[in-house]
């Protein structure tokens, strides 16, 4: 009777595990639907590390309880070995070569203070002037009327700023310094309201390099959003209005998915059309490392972080949110060397992404 119970609780944690390992699999790999055609399904990369630590549960089980049924989710981590690259790398990090480049990116959030930051615009500027950087580019750059430029002016040589209007409101700013001439800039066209991606043509010793600086559509999730979200999570809230509340973000993360996709198709188009160029693209993609968004621009360019960065690179510091919605790529023009997600400064609601980058 103990070993036909033994044998039925193996088969159902198996095939519970099988389960589970397909899932994850699936679930890796819907950055490969469109999100204007499948707009859920391109959502479900935000359970990816849930499935992650699900089968980490089951491996776990399996090495003290039965350890040749590790080969389940052995195998199930093998079968989805790509996204678990792209969302958790583990790289060899080489010093970069001399002569390099520094880029950093970073979501300032329009500098506004959190209560536990009194002083966010001076830790932030601080931060960019004292960062090493040779190229930075800034999302949410809302200065507000402060000295925020005339002091990261007093650093870098150069500097562009270029408004995001919704009719006459200013709702966004996207800006770049630099210690290298700016030639020329040029709007990237796509349909947004509060968002945008500029590029820049930069003089770079003997070579013109495009920059090209991006903050795609927002999850639009509001504080409360955020808040019942964590709540779900740690399930402190009620089963019925869990469902009901999952359903209505999932409606609103499937809308931003699909607004993000023509917005990333747009600006793989234009890297690709100006391909003749050493290329460095970065900003807040507002979506996940297993997404449309980010896929289709790596297929053009080299994810910096994937090539080169070291863990999950939790960006949008939040929490209850586990993913890097702030990225960085290059063309094969450069190596990257050391992308890191810097969790070092809180003041704002993203951490920075920088990276080193050698001229082939």
């Known amino acids: 009777m103990i070993r036909q119970l033994k044998t039925f609780t193996v088969n159902v944690v198996a095939g ?83 002569g390099s480049i520094k880029v950093l990116s970073y979501n300032v959030r329009g500098y506004a203070s959190s209560p536990e930051h009194g002083n966010a615009v001076g830790e932030i500027v601080d931060y960019i002037r004292n960062s090493g950087a040779d190229i ?43 210690r290298y001439p700016i030639l020329r800039k040029e709007r990237i066209c796509y349909p947004a309201k509060s968002n945008g991606s500029v590029a820049y043509y930069l003089k770079v010793g003997g070579d013109t390099v495009l920059v090209v600086n991006n903050h795609f559509e927002s999850t639009g999730l509001s504080p409360d959003d955020r808040a019942k979200y964590k709540e779900i999570l740690k399930g402190e809230v009620a089963q019925d209005t869990a469902r009901e509340e999952s359903k209505r973000l999932l409606h609103k993360l499937g809308d931003a998915a699909a607004r993000r996709a023509p917005q990333a198709d747009s600006v793989r188009k234009y890297v690709a ?16 490392p297993i997404s449309y968004t980010r896929r289709v621009l790596a297929e053009e360019l080299t994810d910096c972080y994937v090539a080169t960065g070291r863990g999950i690179g939790l960006s949008y510091n939040q929490k209850g949110f586990f993913v890097r919605i702030d990225n960085m790529m290059c ?30």
């Open 273 to 288: 059309e100006h391909s003749r160029y050493p290329t460095i693209l970065c900003g807040d993609f507002n979506d996940s």
């Open 331 to 360: 063309s094969g023009s450069f190596e990257p060397y050391k992308c890191t997600v810097d969790d070092k400064i809180a003041a704002s609601d993203h951490y920075p992404i920088y990276c080193w980058l050698k001229m082939q």
């Open 136 to 178: 930075v580019c800034l999302q949410e750059d809302l200065q507000g009327g402060r000295d925020v430029k005339a002091r990261l002016d007093s650093a870098f040589a150069h500097s562009d700023t270029t408004h995001i209007m919704d009719g006459t409101r200013l709702v966004n700013t996207l800006g770049i310094y630099t």
């Open 16 to 98: 519970a595990n099988v389960a589970v390992g397909v899932a994850m699999v699936l679930v890796g790999f819907t950055d490969y639907a469109d999100p204007t055609h499948h707009p859920y399904i391109a959502t479900a990369g935000l359970l990816f590390p849930l499935f992650l630590l699900a089968n980490l549960g089951f491996l776990a089980f399996w090495l003290f309880f039965k350890r040749r049924m590790a080969l389940i989710p052995i195998a199930a981590y093998a079968a989805a070995f790509a996204p678990i690259r792209v969302y958790l790398p583990i790289n060899h990090r080489a010093d970069p070569p001399e």
